[in-house]
């Protein structure tokens, strides 16, 4: 092993591989998730954990089957239950898979204000790089999918890597290679878009599941997990899943016009300085007379 693998270990108090080591690869990758399949055995969550070296959780039980009230920095992957209600009156349980969607334009990216924390690779994953983060959040407020988080012991952010480590190998992510049902698949970007609208056809044409469709939202350029669902007309019922995700215009602003707007403005005070210095000299205090050795 390495001393820059070891090094980010230290830093970032990463029990397993370092995440994003020597990705190379520019083909685009995808997870396809599809929800209709998908039992709730949470063999997904298992290997996600044993793959990334963290420790089991003490689990919660709030009346469902759901491992967790939702993920946390050391918590990347989670099955979420939800009890649904069908137009006939019948209650559904939809399931599905919580992790980082691996936007094409990340807002955590855009929010992130240190350079180096978070990177995008050619091949489309975003990771973490805990070694450059400070701590300060703001990829939260620039994620609308919520789901960097904050250790508080080494305050460092946290999120899924999409197992950039494997994919640099030529492997597929450790909750593919878990999965026992096909719910989940990995491949390129469009190869899963093709095999997730080919799932939605065959739901609405021989199951009757008109609302069946894929879930790509393009608020975002689209993402790197995509979900094939029973209704893609109401992704808000499958555990909060956004209808049209989008960065917030407050950090649009703030990482754009904003940026420019300030930078212009310290560009013009320095301007302004250098030329009253040529015009008018140095600022002498009234009642002050330099004499020889700096004293009045």
């Given at each position: 092993m390495s001393q820059a693998t070891l090094a980010i270990r230290r830093i970032s108090g990463h029990a397993g591989p370092a995440p994003g080591a020597g990705v190379e690869r520019a083909e685009q990758v995808c997870k396809l998730v599809d929800t209709t399949t998908c039992i709730g055995c949470k063999a997904c969550e298992v290997a996600c954990l044993e793959w990334n070296g963290y420790a089991f959780s003490q689990t919660t039980f709030n009346n469902s089957y759901q491992t967790m009230?939702?993920?946390?920095?050391?918590?990347?992957?989670?099955?979420?239950?939800?009890e649904h209600e069908r137009e006939d009156g019948a209650l559904m349980l939809l399931m599905r898979k919580d992790q980082c969607m691996h936007c094409a334009e990340p807002g955590c990216l855009a929010a992130c204000p240190a350079d180096g924390a978070i990177v995008q690779y050619t091949n489309g994953i975003v990771d973490f790089q805990q070694q450059n983060c400070i701590g300060c959040g703001y990829c939260v407020s620039g994620c609308p999918f919520d789901i960097p988080k904050f250790n508080s012991n080494t305050k460092k952010m946290f999120k899924c890597t999409l197992c950039s480590d494997r994919v640099s190998e030529g492997l597929e992510p450790a909750c593919i290679k878990s999965c026992p049902t096909g719910c989940l698949h990995f491949g390129t970007k469009d190869d899963m878009t093709f095999l997730a609208e080919k799932r939605a056809q065959q739901l609405r044409e021989n199951f009757g599941m008109e609302k069946a469709g894929v879930y790509d939202p393009q608020g975002v350029g689209g993402t790197g997990v995509i979900y094939v669902l029973h209704d893609v007309s109401n992704p808000e019922a499958y555990g909060g899943l956004p209808k049209d995700p989008y960065i917030p215009w407050v950090v649009q602003f703030w990482k754009g016009p904003a940026k420019w707007i300030g930078n212009l403005a310290m560009l013009g005070g320095i301007i302004g300085v250098t030329l009253h210095y040529l015009r008018f000299g140095p600022k002498q205090v009234n009642g002050w007379k330099h004499k020889e050795g700096g004293k009045p």
């Open positions: 009230p939702t993920t946390s920095w050391n918590y990347w992957n989670l099955i979420k239950f939800n």
